[in-house]
């Protein structure tokens, strides 16, 4: 599983992503919780998730386009001082009645995600190749992805009732420094784009439309692609109608945000055991057959978890729901990275970008709709039947293949020290 570490592009790249993440995860729950409390107002704390995820669907697909046109790593260095400088300003909005400031950093925090995710799910299997050191790589990821939800949620809170706003909002700030600093160590071997913008050129409207057709052309093209996009777009909306009343049902449900902790750490830990099972299953199960079961064994575990009365019995399912969730993004990204060829990957990663972003902000305004509706029983058979439906249309619409089988590219592009 650590077989990604043997690239030192890789290492700079994953160990700056970690600090950054958790970063971010300190404010994750910090900002709508500081807004929550000086306002009262459920509103005011909604409008911090619609920032969050505006930008990726008003910049999107415009982002894949200087993804592929662009030097990925400037691009990367770029977006995380952009997105320091946007988390620094965070600090002029933190007052009642200044709130429209921090709604507008939020905005450019995560517009300068919108362009950071995309080039780097492209620019990884450029420094590590397509073959099994990319399911390290995404391990890994999982693995930090995994850790810094343990530790920055429940950190964050702690911190915040000690420290206040404004140190959190300075220590993310300083994360994406530290982010932009590992790029910038990196080298120029783990960038293949030969686009005509690389050369020197100047991108017009008309470059941008014939890019953006271009990857269309290539999202159409591409059955694997092609395929995972809806699936990926319906379980992501269930999984976002369930997260946006995670922490109602921990305060009534299970006795208080104590135990909520504990159900996030829980999921956390999931996510840090979806890691060995990934290095097992991607290069030897077929696509199809391995998110499949994910997608049904999410399913499974959200009912369990949001029918469960006791913490006993909530928190086993909360690491099944991290774990298998986790597969159920995984397995994509790794499927897309290895079948879609470099040189638009960037697009192609970009149009997943803005699914995942409709299909996250639908769900978080759809979940607590619902759950006033018909309850959160009612609201979990809800989110498990949409995500049984994905794991159904997984298996109409997927080919038969084997992840290892995708790419033919070398296992590394860039040297091992």
């Not at 620094?88 to 009642?96: E, F, R, T």
């Not at 009912?303 to 397995?331: D, Q």
Request: overall charge positive.
């Amino acid at each position: 599983m650590l077989q990604a570490f043997r690239v030192r592009d890789f290492r700079l790249l994953w160990c700056g992503g970690l600090i950054s993440s958790l970063g971010s995860w300190l404010l994750i729950l910090a900002i709508p919780a500081h807004v929550f409390q000086v306002t009262g107002s459920l509103r005011d704390t909604g409008l911090t998730l619609a920032a969050e995820y505006l930008p990726g669907l008003a910049l999107g697909p415009i982002a894949g386009v200087f993804t592929d046109r662009w030097d990925r790593r400037r691009l990367m260095i770029g977006t995380s001082l952009f997105r320091a400088g946007a988390v620094a300003a965070m600090l002029a909005g933190i007052s009642p009645g200044r709130y429209w400031v921090l709604y507008f950093a939020l905005m450019a925090e995560n517009a300068g995600g919108v362009l950071y995710v995309p080039a780097s799910r492209a620019r990884i299997p450029a420094i590590v190749g397509t073959g099994t050191m990319l399911s390290s790589a995404n391990s890994l990821s999982a693995i930090a992805g995994g850790a810094t939800q343990v530790i920055g949620g429940p950190l964050g809170g702690i911190l915040l009732a000690f420290c206040g706003v404004r140190w959190l909002i300075c220590a993310d700030a300083l994360s994406y420094l530290v982010s932009s600093g590992a790029n910038l160590m990196t080298s120029q071997a783990g960038h293949t784009n030969t686009s005509r913008a690389n050369a020197g050129g100047v991108t017009s409207v008309g470059d941008v439309a014939h890019d953006l057709a271009e990857g269309a052309r290539a999202l159409r093209g591409e059955p694997i692609a092609r395929a995972l996009l809806p699936v990926t777009v319906v379980f992501l909306a269930a999984n976002a109608s369930l997260s946006a009343v995670l922490i109602p049902f921990g305060v009534q449900r299970l006795g208080g945000s104590e135990h909520t902790g504990l159900l996030l750490a829980c999921l956390g830990i999931g996510v840090l055991l979806s890691a060995p099972v990934l290095r097992a299953f991607l290069n030897r199960a077929q696509v199809r057959n391995l998110l499949a079961v994910s997608l049904t064994a999410t399913a499974v575990g959200y009912f369990w978890l949001f029918t469960s009365s006791s913490l006993a019995r909530a928190l086993p399912a909360a690491a099944a729901i991290g774990m298998f969730g986790t597969m159920s993004n995984v397995v994509p990204l790794t499927a897309i990275q290895r079948a879609v060829p470099n040189a638009v990957l960037g697009r192609v990663s970009a149009a997943f970008v803005t699914g995942e972003a409709a299909a996250s902000l639908t769900g978080a305004i759809a979940g607590p709709f619902l759950a006033q509706e018909i309850r959160l029983a009612g609201i979990a058979a809800v989110a498990s039947l949409v995500t049984l439906g994905a794991a159904a249309l997984t298996i109409c619409t997927m080919p038969q293949i084997r992840l290892p089988l995708l790419g033919q590219r070398a296992d590394s592009a860039s040297p091992p020290a």
